[in-house]
Each structure stands twice: as structure tokens, then as C-alpha cells.
């Protein structure tokens, strides 16, 4: 009678075990597979990691590369100077706190009196016509004597630039000759009733006075940019900032000789030193051309 019991008791022991032992044998490759899903999951969040990370250098260097090159053209740009561009300078006084020829060609200028030769005579500097230039100031009592041989045989330019405070007849601001009776000299206020602005000129070969007229008098107490340029057939062209002023024919072959002498605000003759501000003297042994002088105008 008890033998049923026994038996049930067995099955259900049998059927316990089978039933721990299924969910044992189940546990261990759930867990593997856990496992191997982590590490699968990590591996490629650490490669999407390195790619982003060597997106963002590349782009990052990408970036530098463009600011280097665009930050190298701006500097070249700005460094280009126009006025450097043109052929045939031979002298050029900047008067930056001083009386130096920038090229280096030629001597340092001299003060001097009222008049060529003579001692004694100040000269001081003063706001330039360029922003943040300086430009050499005289004051009606003394000149510089610059080197000779500033211009020779054939063709020339002169450019500079005036502010004159006062104007008389006759000063002159830039004077040059060959010998006592064969000069050039540009005079704020020229001979005649008008008494335009002028290149004055004076020559021993028999063809007397020239009136190398701009058509007007400069002003005073203003910069005035003024170009003469010469040509071996005789022809004058005078600019008055940076516009052709007027173009003349049979102008005086003056600097025949190399050793010509040259002055800023006096001339030997009994004439007012000039009054005023000069600034960049350039001189050229080419004739300018009307582009060329509208850039010396705009610096």
C-alpha cells in the first residue's frame, strides 16, 4: 500500500532535478553571449571615438592651413608697394627727422644760411603729407644745400610736395644749376601779373627765361603735390596733384653737365627764402608717366 507513495515521491524528485538541472545548463552560454556582445559594443564605440577624433584633427588642421596661407597673401598684399614699382628713382628725401637720401646714392643735405654758401640757419620738422610722416619746416631764414649730380644730361622728373605758409614772388623751393646763368626753379609765385606757380627757368644757350606754369598758384597753409617731368625734345610737362596742369614745348636742356648744384628754399639770387613744409623729394631719369604720377599722388 505504501509502494505508490514511494513511487510518486520518486517522480517528483526526478522531475525536480531534471528541471534544475535545464535551467543550470541554460544559464551558462546566456552569459557568454552577454560577453560577447559587451565587448563587440565597446570595440566599436572606442573605433567611433578614434574616427571622430581624427575628423576633428583633420579639420582642425584643415582650418589652420587656410588661416596660414589666407593670413601669408594679406601680409604680401599689404607689403606690395606701388611706389617702389617705378623705374629710374635716383633720389628720394623722405625728411623723416632728417636730411638723408633713401636710396643711399647720395650725401646727406647740409643746412645753411639765406643763401648758398653762406653759414649759419635752422631747419626743424613738422606733420608730414602723409599720416604719420614727418616733413622738414623752414622758416624764411635758411635753405639745404643737397648733393650735386642730382640730375644730369637727358630726361628727368622731380616730384614734391609743398605747404607753404606765406608766399612772395620769386622764392623758390627747389633749385638746381648747371652755371650763374643756366638754372631751374620752382617758385610757389612765378614773374607776371598771375603770378602762377611755376619751373622757372634760365639758360647761357641764348634762348632766355622759361615759364614752366602749372595754370595757377598753389595755396597756402595746404599740401600741394607738384610734378615736373622733362624730355630731351624739350617737353615739359607740369601736374598739379596728380593732374596733368599744362604741357610745354621747347623747355631749356639746363643740366647738360653732371655736377650740377642743388638748393631747397634758397637761390643766389636776393630773393625771400621760402616759408613753409617740403616733403618727398623723389628724383627720376625717366620721363613719368600720367599713371605713374597719380600713384606718387595718392601715397
Not at 7 to 35: I, M, R
Not at 220 to 239: F, I, Q
Amino acid at each position: 500500500m505504501n509502494t505508490p507513495k514511494y513511487f510518486l515521491f520518486a517522480l517528483f524528485l526526478s522531475a525536480f532535478l531534471t528541471a534544475c538541472g535545464g535551467s543550470s545548463g541554460s544559464s551558462t552560454p546566456q552569459e557568454d553571449t552577454n560577453t560577447e556582445e559587451d565587448t563587440t559594443t565597446e570595440e566599436d564605440t572606442t573605433t567611433e571615438e578614434d574616427t571622430t577624433a581624427e575628423e576633428d584633427t583633420t579639420t582642425e588642421e584643415d582650418t589652420t592651413t587656410e588661416e596660414d596661407t589666407t593670413t601669408e597673401e594679406d601680409t604680401t598684399a599689404e607689403e606690395q608697394d606701388p611706389i617702389a614699382d617705378i623705374p629710374g628713382l635716383v633720389a628720394h628725401y623722405a625728411f623723416e627727422d632728417n636730411l638723408m637720401d633713401e636710396t643711399g646714392t647720395f650725401a646727406e643735405g647740409q643746412v645753411t644760411g639765406e643763401n648758398p654758401g653762406t653759414e649759419g640757419g635752422s631747419v626743424t620738422y613738422a606733420a608730414g603729407a602723409a599720416e604719420g610722416s614727418t616733413a622738414v619746416a623752414f622758416d624764411g631764414t635758411s635753405g639745404v644745400e643737397l648733393a650735386q649730380g642730382l640730375i644730369g644730361p637727358g630726361a628727368y622728373s622731380i616730384s614734391i610736395w609743398l605747404h607753404p605758409d606765406a608766399i612772395s614772388q620769386f622764392t623758390t623751393a627747389f633749385y638746381g644749376a648747371a652755371t650763374a646763368n643756366s638754372w631751374v626753379s620752382l617758385v610757389p609765385a612765378g614773374p607776371g601779373d598771375a603770378q602762377h606757380t611755376m619751373l622757372w627757368a634760365g639758360d647761357d644757350q641764348g634762348t632766355g627765361w622759361f615759364d614752366g606754369t602749372f595754370g595757377e598758384q598753389i595755396p597756402t597753409g595746404a599740401w600741394s603735390h607738384l610734378v615736373m617731368t622733362y624730355s630731351e625734345a624739350g617737353e615739359l610737362n607740369t601736374y598739379l596733384n596728380g593732374q596733368l596742369a599744362v604741357a610745354h614745348e621747347g623747355f631749356p636742356n639746363v643740366f647738360s653737365v653732371e655736377n650740377a648744384s642743388f638748393h631747397l628754399a634758397i637761390n643766389p639770387f636776393p630773393d625771400a627764402p621760402y616759408t613753409g613744409l617740403i616733403d618727398e623729394l623723389r628724383i627720376y631719369n625717366t620721363v613719368l608717366t600720367a599713371e605713374q604720377v597719380a600713384t606718387l599722388n595718392g601715397q
